[in-house]
């Protein structure tokens, strides 16, 4: 975590990529990002569900621990689902509480300043917390879809109030999603503390990409999304060209398999034999 803090002292840009599982963690990992998220985006992109809304603590409290497993030198946050924190602040503590269990390092929650009681109860717990503002996907109904926020100077004035109370309530950093750009260089210049954007311009300290979208495992990824590979067409084909051995009797081929020792495949036919 201090290492986040340390690169926006230093002018350094911050990477943050999510992974869900063991293996993406470690390839993320050895890739050289400096935080992994296990988003509740699992529940669209993985579980194939229509938004995060169904995401549960179960849910992320499994795909927390397969990523900690990767052991990854990248700091791992795990985001608190919906529902997990806005009753109480008991219940906002035992939940982080569990993720951290789980393996996280950190936790990540949506919302302003209405949530400063809760981040000031985890910090006080020892759970390090990273805010999220501007779009936040488990309020979209509230919000009105998932739009661009910032565009008034009413929502703008908001935004970044809620930056500078989640800042104050002890955030060591914060997410600022699909938010207008001057709005968010305004917060990152306005805050002591890292920000780390998606699809919220340039001018933040650091950026965040689902790594479906950036593989593109995606069908229909959110405006601010880059593929930077086509993991889709890499899948098909190499899925295609083992239907085609299998189907051709080419697969497997000479040294994919093996026998039995010297002489007993001889006395498994005999046996079988003696019994007919």
């Known amino acids: 975590m201090r290492d986040i803090v340390r690169a926006k002292q230093r002018g350094e840009k911050i990477v943050m990529v999510t992974a869900y599982d063991y293996p993406t963690a470690r390839l993320v990992d050895e890739a050289g990002v400096d935080a992994i ?3 509740d985006s699992v529940g669209m992109v993985v579980h194939g569900l229509d938004s995060t809304l169904q995401v549960t603590m179960d849910i992320m409290r499994l795909h927390v621990a ?3 497993r990767a052991k990854p030198r990248a700091l791992v946050v795990g985001d608190m689902p ?3 924190y806005e009753t109480s602040t008991a219940e ?4 982080a509480g569990e993720l951290l269990s789980a393996g996280a390092d950190a936790v990540k929650l949506e919302g302003g300043e209405e949530y ?3 981040v000031k109860a985890l910090v006080r717990a020892g759970i390090p917390v990273m805010g999220h503002i501007g779009l936040t996907p488990q309020k979209h109904k509230l919000l009105g879809g998932y739009r661009l926020l910032g565009k008034t100077l009413e929502e703008a004035k908001k935004i970044i109030r809620d930056a500078e109370a989640l ?3 002890g955030v060591f950093a914060v997410v600022i999603e699909f938010t207008a750009y001057e709005v968010a260089k305004k917060i990152t210049e306005k805050l002591s503390i890292p920000t780390i954007c998606i699809g919220s311009g340039p001018y933040c300290d650091g950026q965040v990409l689902v790594l479906h979208d950036i593989i593109g495992l995606t069908p229909s990824p959110p405006p601010f999304a ?3 590979r086509d993991a889709a067409k890499l899948v098909r084909e190499a899925v295609a060209s083992f239907a085609e051995e299998v189907r051709s009797g080419t697969f497997p081929g000479k040294g994919m398999y093996w026998g039995m020792k010297r002489g007993e495949h001889e006395k498994l036919e005999k046996e079988l034999r003696n019994q007919t």
């Open 37 to 39: 998220l296990v988003g």
């Open 66 to 68: 397969a990523v900690a």
């Open 82 to 84: 919906f529902m997990s």
């Open 92 to 95: 906002a503590v035992r939940n």
């Open 116 to 118: 400063s009681d809760v």
């Open 167 to 169: 800042e104050e309530a």
């Open 226 to 228: 880059k593929k930077y």
